[in-house]
């Protein structure tokens, strides 16, 4: 397909979609900074002079502050756990020999097809007798167990690919299991590493359904929830609401075109490999 | 080298490795999916278990829940869209990315940067682009003479499924397409100079080569599309609550209600689990349609 000769229209053509696909976000963000009178009269002019208060003023009364914090609590705790685990239990299946690797590793993969969302209210009523409702690192651990199996699924292709000749070398001259671990096999799928952490900090940073059921109280909202709660509580402003709106982006997206190789090396290689 | 080989002792050390994820999924999956059995078998005061229902909650959906039933269909309406639309716009955008020399990396990010944003801000997003007076909606309709009152998409029963699904194929062939394009870039190239030597066409080409040889990824996206969507709830939540009078009620999102509005715990959980076996089902039944199709492929 490619370096053939190709007509030109598929050239426009894909102009025409990359518009249509930039535009939902751009206009996102103009109308965050255009003031909230111009919305309704004006939604095709350039939002001049830019009306920055709205930022401010959504930051505050939206308590987005507190809502990014707890997301970047929530994220970390989320992505520190999810690596610990699943790193060490990829590890056990492709480079060492637990008895019954084979079934042991369906059954670490057979939670893919079984979403967390059809399993959400026995979860509910068991976070709630532990006292996990309103509490981050509780949500923490509903994104872990989200996360754990597709994690483990990528890193064992990335696993895989480390000769098995140089572990056993290693273990030969006495090097212990976390000694090859940490010398040789995390190093080695350091890209694999840092794109499993990357897709699940994402994830994690966008959950809805779950921190919906889970968190209660103002003070615990992520930003998705709080841009839920946002969008219905200043439907009136709609500047203001759009400015909730453009933070509530932003992040993902820079995390996004700062990580985008690793990002997307990630998801095809988890993609492609079944 | 007994080391290598592994004594039972040793072995049970390599176990231990994967203890942690074991216990987790043993805990937080395994368990309440054995109590969401429990659960749905029972009659429920908030989330305390009453007296024990046997399979009423289940007769009661499948034979008497005009809602669960048209939830069920929305699901399959908006599942089955998404099979086709899903991975089939993703491959024409990676055919089109895979053609062009220059900016391709400018396009991927362009069509993949939606899956990175969070169901909540894509959807409020599409919610007020479909607006009524201000959204695009409203502009392009009245531009086109229709009343601008009346161009609002997410508050038609009849539109507002498939209005839901613009946002959400916005949302996810990128995802497809970036799929599509790391196969597509790895297919070997003779292939296309054999065929253009043989006089095969650009469509030619695409159907005798592409499509085939792309076939295990298509399995992947299809399993991938049907997984993820039977499933949904966030998107449909935040754009429409299922609303207006259940014309995007999903059986996602009247879980949420039956559950945590109505308190109706043992109904809710007996509906999940009905889903939960649809998508098993559909899983297997993919899963040898694709299997069958791959060999006939193959040979």
Same mark, same amino acid.
């Given at each position: 397909?490619?370096?053939?000769?190709?007509?030109?229209?598929?050239?426009?053509?894909?102009?025409?979609?990359?518009?249509?696909?930039?535009?939902?976000?751009?206009?996102?963000?103009?109308?965050?900074?255009?003031?909230?009178?111009?919305?309704?009269?004006?939604?095709?002019?350039?939002?001049?002079?830019?009306?920055?208060?709205?930022?401010?003023?959504?930051?505050?009364?939206?308590?987005?502050?507190?809502?990014?914090?707890?997301?970047?609590?929530?994220?970390?705790?989320?992505?520190?756990?999810?690596?610990?685990?699943?790193?060490?239990?990829?590890?056990?299946?492709?480079?060492?020999?637990?008895?019954?690797?084979?079934?042991?590793?369906?059954?670490?993969?057979?939670?893919?097809?079984?979403?967390?969302?059809?399993?959400?209210?026995?979860?509910?009523?068991?976070?709630?007798?532990?006292?996990?409702?309103?509490?981050?690192?509780?949500?923490?651990?509903?994104?872990?167990?989200?996360?754990?199996?597709?994690?483990?699924?990528?890193?064992?292709?990335?696993?895989?690919?480390?000769?098995?000749?140089?572990?056993?070398?290693?273990?030969?001259?006495?090097?212990?299991?976390?000694?090859?671990?940490?010398?040789?096999?995390?190093?080695?799928?350091?890209?694999?590493?840092?794109?499993?952490?990357?897709?699940?900090?994402?994830?994690?940073?966008?959950?809805?359904?779950?921190?919906?059921?889970?968190?209660?109280?103002?003070?615990?909202?992520?930003?998705?929830?709080?841009?839920?709660?946002?969008?219905?509580?200043?439907?009136?402003?709609?500047?203001?609401?759009?400015?909730?709106?453009?933070?509530?982006?932003?992040?993902?997206?820079?995390?996004?075109?700062?990580?985008?190789?690793?990002?997307?090396?990630?998801?095809?290689?988890?993609?492609?490999?079944? | 080298?007994?080391?290598?080989?592994?004594?039972?002792?040793?072995?049970?050390?390599?176990?231990?490795?994967?203890?942690?994820?074991?216990?987790?999924?043993?805990?937080?999956?395994?368990?309440?999916?054995?109590?969401?059995?429990?659960?749905?078998?029972?009659?429920?005061?908030?989330?305390?278990?009453?007296?024990?229902?046997?399979?009423?909650?289940?007769?009661?959906?499948?034979?008497?829940?005009?809602?669960?039933?048209?939830? @069920? /269909?929305?699901?399959?309406? *908006? %599942?089955?869209?998404?099979?086709?639309? $899903?991975?089939?716009?993703?491959? +024409?955008?990676? =055919?089109?990315?895979?053609?062009?020399?220059?900016?391709?990396?400018?396009?991927?990010?362009?069509?993949?940067?939606?899956?990175?944003?969070?169901?909540?801000?894509?959807?409020?997003?599409?919610?007020?682009?479909?607006?009524?007076?201000?959204?695009?909606?409203?502009?392009?309709?009245?531009?086109?003479?229709?009343?601008?009152?009346?161009?609002?998409?997410?508050?038609?029963?009849?539109?507002?499924?498939?209005?839901?699904?613009?946002?959400?194929?916005?949302?996810?062939?990128?995802?497809?397409?970036?799929?599509?394009?790391?196969?597509?870039?790895?297919?070997?190239?003779?292939?296309?100079?054999?065929?253009?030597?043989?006089?095969?066409?650009?469509?030619?080409?695409?159907?005798?080569?592409?499509?085939? @040889? /792309?076939?295990?990824?298509? *399995? %992947?996206?299809?399993?991938?599309?049907? $997984?993820?969507?039977?499933?949904? +709830?966030?998107? =449909?939540?935040?754009?429409?609550?299922?609303?207006?009078?259940?014309?995007?009620?999903?059986?996602?999102?009247?879980?949420?209600?039956?559950?945590?509005?109505?308190?109706?715990?043992?109904?809710?959980?007996?509906?999940?689990?009905?889903?939960?076996?649809?998508?098993?089902?559909?899983?297997?039944?993919?899963?040898?349609?694709?299997?069958?199709?791959?060999?006939?492929?193959?040979?």
């Amino acid at each position: 397909m490619t370096g053939l000769r190709r007509p030109r229209w598929s050239t426009v053509l894909l102009g025409v979609l990359a518009v249509v696909w930039l535009y939902p976000v751009v206009w996102t963000l103009a109308n965050a900074i255009r003031p909230s009178a111009d919305i309704y009269r004006a939604p095709w002019d350039l939002p001049w002079p830019p009306a920055i208060g709205n930022i401010g003023e959504a930051w505050n009364r939206g308590r987005l502050g507190a809502a990014l914090a707890n997301s970047a609590y929530v994220t970390g705790m989320t992505v520190a756990v999810t690596l610990v685990v699943s790193v060490s239990g990829a590890y056990s299946l492709t480079r060492l020999r637990p008895p019954g690797r084979a079934v042991l590793f369906l059954l670490v993969l057979a939670p893919l097809i079984i979403p967390t969302d059809v399993l959400i209210v026995p979860l509910f009523s068991m976070f709630r007798a532990a006292g996990l409702i309103d509490s981050l690192p509780g949500l923490a651990l509903f994104n872990v167990v989200a996360n754990v199996s597709f994690a483990t699924l990528i890193l064992t292709g990335y696993f895989r690919t480390i000769p098995q000749d140089v572990v056993d070398a290693a273990r030969v001259d006495g090097a212990g299991r976390i000694e090859v671990l940490l010398r040789i096999v995390v190093p080695l799928a350091r890209p694999g590493i840092l794109a499993v952490a990357v897709l699940v900090a994402v994830f994690t940073w966008n959950d809805f359904g779950g921190s919906l059921v889970l968190i209660q109280k103002p003070d615990a909202f992520t930003v998705p929830l709080a841009m839920s709660r946002f969008t219905t509580f200043f439907a009136t402003d709609q500047g203001l609401t759009f400015a909730g709106m453009a933070i509530a982006l932003v992040p993902p997206l820079l995390l996004f075109l700062v990580l985008q190789r690793s990002f997307i090396q990630g998801l095809t290689a988890g993609a492609v490999r079944r | 080298m007994a080391l290598l080989h592994g004594s039972r002792r040793e072995r049970a050390i390599d176990l231990l490795f994967l203890l942690p994820i074991l216990l987790i999924l043993a805990g937080f999956l395994l368990y309440p999916l054995g109590y969401g059995i429990v659960l749905s078998l029972h009659d429920t005061r908030g989330f305390e278990l009453t007296s024990f229902a046997g399979l009423d909650h289940y007769a009661h959906a499948i034979l008497g829940d005009a809602v669960f039933h048209r939830s @069920l /269909l929305n699901t399959f309406l *908006f %599942t089955g869209a998404a099979v086709v639309l $899903l991975p089939g716009v993703g491959l +024409f955008l990676a =055919v089109l990315v895979s053609g062009v020399n220059g900016g391709r990396a400018f396009l991927r990010i362009v069509f993949f940067a939606p899956f990175v944003l969070a169901a909540v801000a894509v959807g409020e997003v599409w919610k007020f682009l479909y607006a009524p007076f201000f959204g695009v909606a409203a502009t392009v309709g009245t531009a086109l003479g229709f009343h601008a009152q009346s161009v609002a998409p997410l508050a038609d029963p009849n539109t507002a499924l498939w209005a839901i699904m613009v946002a959400f194929v916005w949302r996810f062939a990128g995802f497809n397409m970036i799929v599509y394009l790391a196969a597509i870039q790895a297919l070997p190239r003779e292939y296309y100079e054999h065929a253009v030597l043989e006089g095969a066409g650009r469509f030619e080409r695409f159907r005798r080569i592409t499509w085939p @040889l /792309l076939w295990p990824h298509t *399995f %992947t996206l299809v399993l991938l599309t049907t $997984l993820g969507t039977l499933r949904i +709830f966030d998107m =449909v939540w935040v754009m429409t609550e299922g609303g207006p009078s259940h014309a995007t009620e999903t059986v996602g999102t009247y879980i949420y209600v039956t559950a945590f509005r109505y308190l109706q715990v043992g109904y809710a959980q007996a509906m999940a689990m009905i889903l939960l076996f649809l998508i098993l089902l559909l899983t297997v039944v993919e899963y040898r349609f694709f299997n069958r199709r791959a060999t006939q492929v193959s040979s």
